[in-house]
Each structure stands twice: as C-alpha cells, then as structure tokens.
C-alpha cells in the first residue's frame, strides 16, 4: 500500500519517534509483568508495581506533547549561571529528600554498610573490633555483606571503602547525607565541563543535558541514599572532563578520580566505562597518553584487587575460622557466574525497563537519534560501548538488581546516555525546532508529572520500614529480636553500630543459640520481640496479608528467653 495519498503531518518522523519508543516501552513492561507473574523476585515486583504505570504515564504524556508542535520554536538561550544554579538546587532538593521522603533512613545493606564502614573510618580505624562476647556470635548481629569470616576479632563489609571514606570525610564537617547530595551536584558540573569541550559555541548543548540529568528520577532520587552509584556517576563525569582536557596534569588528575572510583564499592564498574574512551588512544596512535593510563590503571586495579585480602587479615583472631572459599573478587566472581540466574533474561529486560521509566521522557528518543554519530566511530561509540558493556556483563554475573531506584547499575553510565542524547540533538539539524516544543512540554510534565510519582514511589517504599526502625529505637529494651524471614527484607532491619553501642542492640532470630540466649540473659536483660502486628505495613506494601511467622516462632523462643533469666516483651 502506497503512502503517497495518505497527508502525514510534517513532524511526523520526530514525534513518530518519540510516540513509538514511549509505546514500545510502556507495551513491554505490560507484556513482561504478565509473563514474569510466578517469578516472585524484587526486580518482577518493582515492575508490576511502579515501573509500568511510570511508563503509561510518559506514554500519555508523549501523546499530549506531540499535538500542535510549532516548527518555529526558537533557540534555547541558557544563562551563564544555569549549571551552578541547577547544582545548588539539586543539593538542596537531595538533601530535603533524604529525611522528608526517604525518612533519613538507609534501607538497603548496601546503603546501611556504607555507613557502617564511614563510621569506623571516622574513628580513624581500618575495622571495628569486636567485643569478646560478640566474638562467637556475631552473626546475630547480621553479618550480611560483611568478609566471610566466622567468629571474628573484627568487622567490616566486605565491598571497597571509598564510598564510605567520603561520606566519612563529609561526615567529620557537617552532616554525612550530604554525601550524596554534593555529589549529585558534582555531577551537574562536570557534565557542563564536559559539554563546554564538546560543543563550545553551542550554549543549548548545555541545557538539554543539565534537564535530562535534573529530571533524572534516578539520579534525583538515588543522591537521597548514600548507594555508591551516586558517586559512580559523578565520578566518571569528572574523569571525562579532565580526560578531554588533554593536558598532562589533568591526566594525572583523571587518573586520581579513577584511583577513588575503582575502590568505590566494587572493582568493575569504572573499568568498563573508562575501557572504550582508552581505547581511543590506540586509535589516534597516541602511545604515550596510552602507556600512562594503562601502567596507572594497572596499579589502581591492583591495589584495589588486593585490599579484601588485607581487611580480612585484620579481622582475623584466635577463634576465627575462615571461609571455605577464599574472598579475593575473581574467586567472588566466578562462584557468582556458576551460581547463574534461570530469569537472567527477564530480569535484565526489566532492569532495562525500569531504567528508562525513571529517566528523562526524552532521553532515550535523543539517544536513538544519535546513532548516525555513534556508527561514524570516535567517542560517541565509545560513549555507547561504555553502556552497553555493562549491560553485557551484569547479565552474565548479576542480572537480579534488588533494591535500587531505575537500573542502578546503569548510573554510572547514565552521563554517557545524557552525552549521546546531546549528540542526537545535533544530528537534529533543522528539524530541532520540533524537539525544542517537545523538550519544554516533557520537561514540564516530568517535573510536575513523574518526579513527584517517583518521589511517592520512593517514599512508599522506605516509609515502612523506617516506621519499624523507629519503634525498635523507642523500645527501651537492651536487645531486640527479629526473624530474617518474618516479611520481605525484615534482616535488613537487624542493623548495629560498628562498635555494638547502640541500644536496643538487634539480633537475628535464626542465629540465637543457647549460649548467646544465656549470656544476653545472665543480667536480667530486657529483650523485645518483634511482633507480626509491628510488620503489617510491611507486608502490605508487598500485596501480602499480615504474617505468622513472627507469633509462631515468639511463642517458642519467649519461654526461653524467660527461663534463662530475660524480662521479654513483644513489641506491637
């Protein structure tokens, strides 16, 4: 059938565009969370539960905008001041967000271990010593993430510290949750740096980055958490800047940033995104440039290959037996690839998915209109392989993300989806006018529209458990007990100082033994324990009714605790 009678508008092409991949993302979540229903996994409920309506909303919201597009949009003509003022207010929203939306409370391992590790670094000490009494039990005390070691003289996670050293570092001048928060605004700066270099005589570039990143649900709202994605981010923007500055001590200053971003939590991410642009040395013959950052890139990854082993000879003692296999990252990374994911392809689709749902409604319509630039080569490819690599190699290691807001091990590589997205602009050419309309309407509708929703998204999601947190803080007991498995993630409650100061001290239920019930006891200590009643929220939010678990397994364990000597309580 021909075309030619049919009368297609003249924006047709671009909005067709942005209309089809708005379609085709929200239609494949719908379809994904219909075939993923019996996989009962975090990463198949946060797409069922927030990912699908966030991209039917910019579904409608794409419709709307590509109606009555005005061809004759002029030229965006951003202030001098655009970039630090837009920095400022995304450290300020961050920092707010923190308490008002996520309750200033650190949800996930991941987050509550940086902090736990900042807090012994600010003691000016490498691992916490444990107290002999909590040598042969420190598991109660959730060892999750932690070296594996059994009953050992000292704790510390087991992910690298510069994610934990700079909130230490924050942490010693004023509030640690800023961390993020700055970093957040780092970030703002060197993707204006780095626009600067690409496109000096074009002042638009700057802004259509500066909104993608600031309506970034993901970026917004993971620099609320102290996750090491923030700092990811961040971090490889400042690399680039200073890496497309070609002058030696910004290599050498390049190089520093790489040092603080390998050792971030884990070893790979940084190595994949930098991999591609070095590669860009090889191309150009620039051997001397190359040989710099390959012999410094070596060291960097050694050293910080090496600094688990290190750690775990310093929480070693007299009682401690060690794992069974060994704790260096290849021996990690290969017992995590044979463990292998029968969903790894379902999961990884609604990574993807959840993803663009919390970007930019523009950002990946801008990313596909870059594609002539990344097929002519250079650094808008290498742009693209640093995204796509990680892609690769988390779906053969980790597909299942967990907690995390969008696809966070996309975040650091999230500056290089805004970069390509400016390339696109300027493959635009005349027809930018078009886009012009369509940035201001989306722009609106996501700071009106679907940041606020992914803020209440957010919220709904911390809001329980930092409740349950809160009374166990308020019980004036000594101990508190909480099964590992009462509701989705209640061990991740289980949280204590590095040094065990903190009272209530909280124990896992499954880990108590006799002779932990009899030392925690012998003094006639108050103990509480967790109630069904006390989880409900919890169990709500994840479509379940109120559970047993807990009712059951008090009903055993309060008559031991009292025998031996415990004033127990249940805590409602």
């Known amino acids: 059938m021909s075309l030619q009678g049919i009368a297609l508008p003249k924006n047709w092409r671009d909005t067709g565009l942005i209309v089809a991949i708005s379609l085709f993302a929200c239609t494949a979540a719908f379809l994904l ?14 797409l069922y539960q927030q990912d699908r309506w966030l991209l039917l909303g910019a579904m409608m919201i794409t419709l709307f ?73 420190a598991s109660a005390l959730n060892t999750l993430f932690m070296l594996p070691v059994e009953h050992p003289s000292a704790w510390i996670s087991a992910y690298l510290p510069m ?6 570092a924050v942490g010693l001048v004023a509030d640690a949750a800023l961390t993020g928060p700055l970093l957040v605004g780092i970030g703002a700066i060197a993707l204006h740096g780095c626009i600067r270099i690409l496109w000096p005589d074009k002042p638009e570039a700057s802004l259509v980055a500066l909104l993608l990143y600031a309506l970034s649900g993901q970026i917004v709202i993971t620099g609320m ?58 191309k150009e013959r620039n051997w001397q440039r190359a040989a710099f950052f390959a012999v410094g890139y070596l060291m960097v990854c050694a050293f910080w290959l090496l600094w688990p082993k290190w750690m775990l000879a310093l929480i070693t003692g007299p009682e401690s037996v060690m794992a069974a296999h060994d704790v260096d990252y290849l021996t990690r990374l290969i017992d995590t690839v044979r463990a292998g994911d029968s969903a790894r392809f379902s999961n ?11 970007q930019h409604i523009l950002l990946i319509p801008l990313v596909a209109a870059s594609l002539p630039a990344i097929w002519r080569g250079g650094l808008p490819a290498a742009l693209a ?77 911390y809001a329980p458990y930092a409740r349950v947190s809160q009374k166990i803080e308020k019980s004036n007991t000594e101990y508190v007990i909480i099964g590992a498995q009462d509701v989705s993630f209640s061990n991740d409650l289980v949280i204590n100082r590095a040094d065990v100061s903190n009272r209530p001290v909280r124990l ?15 003094t006639g200590a108050a103990v509480a324990l967790v109630d069904d009643h006390l989880l409900a929220d919890i169990s709500a939010y994840f479509g379940k009714q109120e559970q047993r678990r807990a009712a059951e397994r008090n009903s055993i364990l309060a008559p031991d605790l009292k025998s031996a000597g415990c004033h127990v309580s249940v805590l409602q």
Not at 163 to 168: D, K, P, S
Not at 508 to 522: G, S, T, W, Y
């Open 33 to 46: 969370c219909y075939l993923t229903m019996p996989i009962r996994n975090l990463t198949a409920f946060f």
């Open 163 to 168: 994610n934990a050293v700079l909130h230490a």
């Open 348 to 358: 990884m689709a609604a990574n993807l998915l959840r993803f663009v749902s919390w």
């Open 225 to 282: 958490t102290s996750y090491a994605m923030t700092a990811h981010l961040a971090l490889n923007l400042t690399w680039l800047w200073l890496f497309l500055q070609r002058r030696r001590m910004a290599d050498l200053g390049a190089l520093a940033v790489g040092f603080v971003a390998v050792g971030l939590h884990q070893p790979l991410f940084h190595p994949l995104f930098v991999a591609p642009i070095l590669m860009l040395l090889l």
């Open 65 to 137: 905008s590509s109606r009555r597009i005005d061809r004759h949009e002029v030229a965006f003509r951003p202030a001098r001041w655009l970039a630090p003022a837009i920095a400022l207010a995304l450290v300020s929203l961050c920092y707010a967000g923190h308490y008002w939306l996520l309750s200033g409370y650190a949800m996930s391992r991941d987050e509550q271990m940086a902090l736990f590790d900042a807090s012994i670094f600010e003691s000016g000490k490498l691992v916490a010593p444990l107290a002999a009494e909590w040598v042969r039990h």
């Open 508 to 522: 896992i239920a499954e880990e108590l033994n006799d002779d932990l019930v009899r030392h925690i006891c012998r």
């Open 385 to 461: 392989w640093g995204v796509a690599l990680p892609i690769c190699v988390m779906l053969l290691i980790l597909p299942y993300q967990g907690h995390g807001f969008g696809y966070r091990y996309l975040s650091g590589v999230t500056g290089n989806l805004i970069l390509l997205a400016v390339y696109g602009w300027m493959e635009l050419g005349d027809r930018r006018p078009i886009w012009r309309m369509m940035m201001r309407r989306a722009t609106v509708a996501s700071a009106v529209i679907l940041l606020p929703l992914q803020a209440w998204m957010a919220h709904s999601f």
